[in-house]
């Protein structure tokens, strides 16, 4: 009898272990979360009945250490050293060179790229293939010893995969631990919820959550963990880091699929543009990338400083944090009417883009970030939009600082000012505000929207503030004569901006749908009512219970389409641009719309005729699935420039690769 019990928990141990490696690795679930549920609890049930047979590697030990007083230090097999930066190409040209001429090599050096994590180091150390002890990197040669807290990082296996190869004995991983957007921002919401103070980025909160006494407290943070490499190992070698990564993977530790192997440092320059490219779609931080001698036998030729690795280098992204001061606020209004408040700072390079200028959201924001005038503050810039006030720096106050409060009347027509009912925003309510045309007809002529380029903001001002145009409907009427009236407009600028205009006119009925503004409509929202209704004509005459029936159409967003219609003046601005050209009784594009159901995409290297983004939605709006790594449950890898390690395990997998030029055939196929 106790002979059956042990196998059944060895049995079920053995189980969950799989499909944690399925589900936190792979992102491959083979069980439904119920069935998971219900193996974990049967084998908690089993360990309390038999507690004899608890052993520290089960799945139900990840949280169960008592609090502790401190950490104990742990001592690094093999220090953890510290990488040389490079901040510009001509800084890892220098670092190419000078380890070419170390080597006496002559021809490209076979480089690994991996991105930089903006996390917090540690080690793994793995006995026998049990995790049995993880430190922080600390100063490099002793970290403490948080164990505990690791375990509870579902992420991390807690026993290796068993590869059929010879017994590692010993096995030192070096890893990244990291906080995903996501759960970042919602942390900080609960935080803010409890009145407690909010974690200034990612990293500080992944680093603050990972040192907790109480391993608790660190289980209720959704932590994740990426592997980059190795230390002490006993019982087996490597002939190079990519090689050992690829073990890293077999053996079910979770190892970034984006590394990818560079032949010459112009192929590493290609991975950081591509890197950095993707930075914002990403959902995790990175701040550069990191560059490794690939081969073995060069890496131990090149051998180490005190504190950093000759065949190693971190080439760093620009900063997207940085320290300014904010001389004065100012309120935008934009196209709903809503009020703004901007924080004209000095000015400052964040991101390589000098910025001058950050949103505060609304007065409930400023509020509670206590954002005074001339107060030092931080502030980030994610990819091209606006940056944004993270935190106020409290200790550089002098007593000078100087409260915010939005105006009760509009800044720029002086109409009232109302605050909604359950809103944040304060909104002009006057609807023939200028501030709220120019906004209208920027967005109307936007690159989602109608895309008519070269209607920039300044040509805006003047068509508006001259009487040409006094809504969308009015570009389609503007003649060369119009446009030459105008400051700095000469001949051939005119004729590209009505070429611009004309080609406007025959923009789908989900893009003409998203360019009328109506509030909660955004670009995925548009095509799906468009999907539903087929025209605007149609979707113009739906009731609210119609609406509402709709997939992913929720109660505001139905409410908003019905009042937009119900408006006199809205149905007049269709009507007018039908006049002008617009085809807005246009029916949705015939297509399958299930023609991808049920297969699965990957995407690798660089899209030329099209964004990553682009690439999914359209994947997606055929009922397929675009996940971000590769495995055997994959259907079609889509290979573009400079493609990464994805393509090579798609090729060992045997997975079909698309070229970019393919992608585009099947799409066309199902007539997208």
């Given at each position: 009898m106790a002979n059956d019990i042990r196998e059944q928990i060895e049995s079920l141990r053995e189980k969950i272990h799989y499909h944690n490696y399925r589900y936190y690795?792979?992102?491959?679930?083979?069980?439904?979360?119920?069935?998971?549920?219900?193996?974990?609890?049967?084998?908690?049930?089993?360990?309390?009945?038999?507690?004899?047979?608890?052993?520290?590697?089960?799945?139900?030990?990840?949280?169960?250490?008592?609090?502790?007083?401190?950490?104990?230090?742990?001592?690094?097999?093999?220090?953890?050293?510290?990488?040389?930066?490079?901040?510009?190409?001509?800084?890892?040209?220098?670092?190419?060179?000078?380890?070419?001429?170390?080597?006496?090599?002559?021809?490209?050096?076979?480089?690994?790229?991996?991105?930089?994590?903006?996390?917090?180091?540690?080690?793994?150390?793995?006995?026998?293939?049990?995790?049995?002890?993880?430190?922080?990197?600390?100063?490099?040669?002793?970290?403490?010893?948080?164990?505990?807290?690791?375990?509870?990082?579902?992420?991390?296996?807690l026993v290796l995969l068993k590869t059929g190869e010879d017994r590692i004995e010993r096995l030192d991983v070096r890893a990244e631990v990291i906080l995903v957007r996501r759960e970042f921002e919602a942390l900080n919401r609960e935080r803010e919820r409890r009145g407690e103070p909010v974690f200034a980025n990612p990293r500080n909160a992944a680093a603050g959550s990972l040192r907790q006494l109480d391993p608790a407290v660190t289980a209720q943070r959704p932590l994740d963990i990426y592997c980059y490499g190795v230390g002490q190992v006993i019982g087996v070698t490597f002939s190079s880091h990519f090689e050992a990564l690829t073990l890293l993977q077999r053996l079910g530790l979770k190892v970034n699929p984006h590394i990818a192997v560079c032949s010459g440092i112009e192929g590493v320059v290609r991975y950081y543009n591509d890197m950095l490219e993707r930075r914002e779609s990403l959902p995790y931080d990175i701040d550069g990338v990191v560059v490794k001698v690939n081969d073995s036998a060069l890496q131990n030729a090149l051998g180490v400083r005190s504190r950093s690795p000759r065949w190693a280098i971190a080439y760093k992204f620009p900063a997207q944090q940085e320290i300014t001061q904010?001389?004065?606020?100012?309120?935008?209004?934009?196209?709903?009417?809503?009020?703004?408040?901007?924080?004209?700072?000095?000015?400052?390079?964040?991101?390589?883009?000098?910025?001058?200028?950050?949103?505060?959201?609304?007065?409930?924001e400023i509020g509670r970030k206590d954002v005074r005038i001339s107060d030092w503050v931080v502030i980030q810039r994610a990819g091209d939009v606006i940056p944004e006030v993270v935190k106020v720096m409290v200790g550089r106050r002098t007593g000078l600082e100087k409260p915010f409060t939005l105006p009760e009347s509009c800044p720029v027509c002086s109409g009232p000012v109302v605050r909604a009912e359950g809103e944040a925003v304060h909104r002009c309510v006057n609807a023939s505000c200028p501030a709220q045309l120019k906004e209208r007809i920027r967005f109307f002529a936007s690159k989602g929207a109608m895309d008519i380029d070269g209607l920039g903001e300044k040509l805006v001002d003047q068509l508006i503030e001259s009487g040409k145009v006094k809504d969308a409907a009015d570009l389609f009427s503007l003649k060369k004569e119009d446009l030459l009236d105008l400051e700095r407009m000469a001949s051939r600028s005119a004729e590209n901006l009505l070429r611009a205009i004309e080609a406007s006119r025959s923009k789908p009925p989900e893009r003409i749908l998203f360019a009328l503004g109506i509030r909660f409509i955004g670009e995925h929202v548009a095509r799906v009512l468009i999907e539903a209704f087929g025209t605007i004509e149609r979707l113009s005459r739906a009731t609210l219970d119609e609406l509402l029936a709709v997939h992913e159409i929720g109660p505001r967003a139905a409410q908003a389409v019905v009042d937009f219609f119900s408006s006199e003046e809205n149905l007049e601005l269709l009507e007018r641009l039908?006049?002008?050209?617009?085809?807005?009784?246009?029916?949705?594009?015939?297509?399958?719309?299930?023609a991808l159901k049920g297969l699965t995409f990957v995407f690798t290297g660089t899209l030329e005729g099209m964004s990553r983004r682009e690439a999914q939605r359209r994947v997606e709006a055929l009922g397929g699935r675009v996940t971000t790594s590769v495995s055997s449950a994959t259907d079609y890898v889509v290979a573009g420039d400079s493609p990464g390690s994805k393509a090579d395990v798609a090729?060992?997998?045997?997975?079909?690769?698309?070229?970019?030029?393919?992608?585009?055939?099947?799409?066309?196929e199902t007539g997208e």
């Open positions: 690795i792979l992102d491959d679930p083979e069980i439904s979360d119920a069935e998971y549920d219900r193996m974990l609890r049967r084998l908690e049930q089993l360990e309390r009945q038999h507690p004899d047979l608890i052993t520290p590697d089960s799945p139900t030990q990840r949280v169960g250490a008592a609090p502790q007083q401190a950490f104990e230090i742990h001592r690094h097999s093999i220090p953890m050293l510290s990488l040389e930066n490079a901040f510009d190409e001509n800084e890892l040209n220098e670092f190419d060179r000078r380890t070419r001429k170390s080597l006496e090599a002559e021809q490209e050096i076979e480089y690994v790229c991996e991105p930089k994590f903006d996390g917090l180091a540690v080690e793994l150390i793995y006995i026998n293939g049990t995790f049995s002890l993880g430190s922080t990197r600390g100063d490099g040669v002793s970290g403490e010893n948080v164990t505990a807290n690791l375990k509870t990082i579902r992420a991390l296996p904010i001389l004065d606020i100012q309120v935008q209004v934009g196209r709903t009417g809503a009020l703004t408040p901007v924080a004209i700072m000095k000015p400052v390079n964040v991101g390589g883009v000098e910025v001058s200028r950050a949103t505060l959201h609304n007065q409930d039908s006049r002008g050209g617009v085809d807005v009784h246009a029916r949705k594009a015939e297509q399958r719309v299930d090729k060992k997998l045997d997975l079909p690769i698309l070229s970019e030029q393919d992608f585009i055939a099947l799409l066309a």
